[in-house]
């Protein structure tokens, strides 16, 4: 664990952690997230063959119609669409 005094977002908690990092390579997950097996892989062999530094991984939604926030079963699904949308923006 590494204190960053002061901070209180993500991303500078990560670019503090970065900034120590002497591998080639670093791969960040998020605790909450469950990626597939083979996410690794998949986006290690993309990197290097497109000769890119970064790439991330598609996301989905694994429990979205399940995730009403107070709506019906017919409804918007609220509260996995707000977080969906997080994602997938211009």
């Given at each position: 664990v590494l204190p960053v005094p002061?901070?209180?977002?993500?991303?500078?908690?990560l670019?503090?952690?970065l900034k120590l990092v002497e591998d080639p390579y670093v791969?960040?997950?998020?605790?909450d997230h469950h990626?597939?097996?083979?996410s690794l892989l998949r986006l290690f062999e993309k990197m290097t063959q497109?000769?890119?530094?970064?790439?991330?991984?598609?996301?989905?939604?694994r429990n979205l119609s399940?995730?009403?926030?107070?709506?019906s079963p017919w409804a918007f699904p609220c509260l996995a669409r707000i977080i969906d949308?997080?994602?997938?923006t211009d």
């Open positions: 002061a901070s209180s977002t993500k991303a500078a908690n670019n503090a952690a791969v960040i997950y998020d605790a990626p597939d097996p083979e497109e000769g890119q530094d970064c790439v991330q991984g598609s996301y989905y939604m399940g995730n009403q926030f107070g709506c949308a997080e994602f997938f």
